[in-house]
């Protein structure tokens, strides 16, 4: 999961009714909770700073993740540090089918696309 601030947070979801957190990595290096006259919630309302007092910069951090089936690459994408490639030790992929859900991801394997399609006959 994105957390902007916050950064990548991983659940472990085999119960639903009990997840808990097993791995985090902060990718955010600004100041946490600031306040800013500058930011674009009131620019565009052209309220009064101190209307706002409590916004704190949301519009930063981690806003994308996607994990890779194949081999459990997880790929961040962050508003202020970038794009991060992050390989969590012991975990090295999934197949949807083991929990009874398709097995897809938006980055498949384009060469023989996603399992159970039609294969090209040469």
Do not use: C
Request: hydrophobic content about 35%.
């Amino acid at each position: 999961m994105s957390a902007y601030e916050d950064g990548l947070y991983v659940f472990n979801m085999v119960d639903p009714t009990n997840p808990y957190t097993v791995g985090y990595y902060d990718v955010f290096d600004g100041p946490h909770e600031m306040a800013r006259e500058t930011d674009v919630y009131l620019r565009a309302n052209n309220a009064p700073t101190s209307t706002y007092a409590g916004n704190w910069g949301v519009i930063s951090g981690t806003w994308g993740v996607d994990v890779r089936n194949a081999d459990g690459l997880i790929v961040v994408s962050d508003f202020t540090t970038g794009f991060w490639a992050i390989k969590m030790e012991g975990f090295d992929g999934w197949n949807g089918h083991q929990w009874g859900v398709p097995n897809i991801s938006s980055a498949q394997d384009w060469d023989n696309g996603p399992e159970g399609a039609p294969k090209k006959v040469s």
